[in-house]
Structure formats: C-alpha cells, structure tokens
C-alpha cells in the first residue's frame, strides 16, 4: 500500500467549539455497508501473529457519542500519530511487499499509521467496534488504508496522508470494505455510490 507523511499538522490537540459544531454539521453522515467480505490478506497475517486482534467482539448499539472530549482526543491522536511514525514502505522496512503491524520501530505505511491510531484510540476507551480498519482507493488507483471511527454523529476518517479528521464524504477516496461493527476478525463491503473519478486499481 502507498506510504506518505501528513503534510500540515493540527496546532492544538482542541478544536474551538466553532470549528467543532461545523464538524457536527454532518450528522447522519455514515457509510453504507454491505454484506461480509474478504479479509485483507495483511490483516489476516496480522491477526495471525496477535489473535486478539481478531477476538473482539462489540454488542450491537449506538456508536460512541462524539463529545468535545472525544474530538480533542481524536484529533490528539491523529496529530500525534501522523508526527511521531515516519513512512517507509513494508518492503523496506520488513523486506516483504504487504506487512501489517504496529509501528513500534517508528516506521510504518498506511496500515501501520491507521493501527497505531486504533491501539491507542481503544487506549482511551473507545469501544473496538468503533475504530475500524478501512481500505480505500485513491483518486490514481492506488489501494490504501486508512481509520474511520465510527460516532453519533456519522463516520471520520484518520489519515496519514491529511492533518485534518474528515468525515467520510468529504475525502476524495472511493471506499471498499472495513472491519464489522460487532466482530474485529470479519470485514464488511462499503456501498460506495458517490460519483467518482477514481481510477480502476488494485487493493490488498
């Protein structure tokens, strides 16, 4: 998957209440999914060597609320996460072209960025069922990974390659599948039916 480096940082770890309430804007923005489908073969290695990782298991209700609180912790993790992991392919840094894992070595590609931000979102409390590994296509027909967290008020998406936390709609990406809501082992197709301009690629 492509690798890359936010090119501008948030400031702050808090949002004015402005800036805020606009993002609240969005409400009811969620994403259509679908029916169950086919795991990533790099999650599956990487579930593979931390099976917990395909063990949890989030009852079906309300996603998290989206609190002033949540959203400074959002956009902290995001911020921090996209500073601190420089990128680097897996092919260099693991010596294989697909590799999904923490970034502990303080290098990583998008997969990596998106991991990291979910450990520590799930850190903070966030139930597993809300921090969902996502796979995407670019606008060049590039797969990529990114993490979408799923609120009250519809679905934003944590990005190694944009500082901002966007909801859903507003990225330029076509979107494919992601982890379920209830079981982090098993993924689910998106119903992606904007119009889009997004070239035909292949997506691990």
């Known amino acids: 998957m492509m690798t890359g480096r936010a090119f501008g940082l ?3 770890v808090t949002m004015p209440l402005a800036s805020w309430a606009g993002s609240a804007d969005a409400a009811g923005s969620f ?3 679908g029916n169950s489908t086919s795991q990533p073969i790099g999650h599956y290695e990487f579930c593979k060597k931390l099976p917990i990782e395909c063990k949890e298991r989030t009852p079906v209700e ?3 609320e989206l609190t002033r609180q949540l959203w400074a912790e959002i956009i902290a993790v995001n911020n921090g996460v996209n500073t601190r992991i420089q990128p680097r392919t897996d092919l260099e840094n693991y010596g294989v072209e697909e590799y999904w894992a923490y970034p502990d070595n303080g290098y990583g590609d998008c997969e990596d960025y998106a991991l990291e931000k979910r450990r520590e979102l799930m850190q903070k409390g966030v139930p597993a069922g809300d921090v969902l590994m996502t796979v995407v296509r670019q606008p060049n027909g590039d797969g990529h990974a990114v993490l979408t967290v799923h609120t009250s008020l519809g679905d934003y998406v944590l990005d190694n390659l944009e500082p901002r936390v966007l909801v859903w709609t507003d990225t330029k990406y076509q979107y494919l599948k992601r982890q379920s809501e209830t079981n982090s082992g098993e993924w689910v197709s998106i119903r992606d039916d904007r119009s889009t ?3 035909v690629g292949s997506v691990k």
Do not use: D, H, L, R
Request: glycine content about 0%.
């Open 62 to 64: 309300a996603p998290i």
């Open 31 to 33: 994403m259509p999914t």
């Open 197 to 199: 301009t997004v070239a």
């Open 10 to 12: 948030i400031a702050a």
